[in-house]
C-alpha cells in the first residue's frame, strides 16, 4: 500500500513559478516510478510528466517541455513538479501518482495503481 500527498498549489500570475511536492509512504520508495498528471475543469484528465525509480529517467507530455521539471528525493520519498513560465491553460487539480510495477516511466495512466487527492493550480492571466 502506498499514500500520496500533495502540496504546493495555489493561485499565480501567467509567467510565475511554483513547485508542487508529493510525499510518499508506505512500499519502498525507489523501486517505482512516480507520475503527476493533471486534470482541467471540463476535460479528462492527462499526462504531465513521470520519473523512474532511480530517478535518472524522466519523459513530460510536449506542452510542459523546457518549463516544467520533474524529479524525486528518495531518501525523503518524495517527487517533485517544478513548474516554471505558467500558462492559463496549465490551470488544473494536479495529482501524482505511483507506478508500483515497475521502475520504468509511462504516460499512462492505468500504469499507476495509487493516486493522491490531488492539488489545485490556478493560473491567472
Known amino acids: 500500500q502506498v499514500q500520496l500527498v500533495e502540496s504546493g498549489g495555489g493561485l499565480v500570475q501567467a509567467g510565475g513559478s511554483l513547485r508542487l511536492s508529493c510525499a510518499a509512504s508506505g512500499r519502498t520508495f525507489s523501486g517505482y516510478a512516480m507520475g503527476w498528471f493533471r486534470q482541467a475543469p471540463g476535460k479528462e484528465r492527462e499526462f504531465v510528466s513521470s520519473?523512474?525509480?532511480?530517478?535518472?529517467?524522466?519523459y513530460s507530455a510536449d506542452s510542459v517541455k523546457g518549463r516544467f521539471t520533474i524529479s524525486r528525493d528518495n531518501a525523503n520519498k518524495t517527487v517533485y513538479l517544478q513548474m516554471n513560465s505558467l500558462k492559463p491553460e496549465d490551470t488544473a487539480i494536479y495529482y501524482c501518482a505511483a507506478k508500483t510495477t515497475g521502475w520504468s516511466t509511462s504516460a499512462r495512466q492505468y500504469d499507476y495503481a495509487y493516486w493522491g487527492q490531488g492539488t489545485q493550480v490556478t493560473v491567472s492571466s
Open positions: 520519473i523512474s525509480g532511480s530517478g535518472i529517467s524522466t
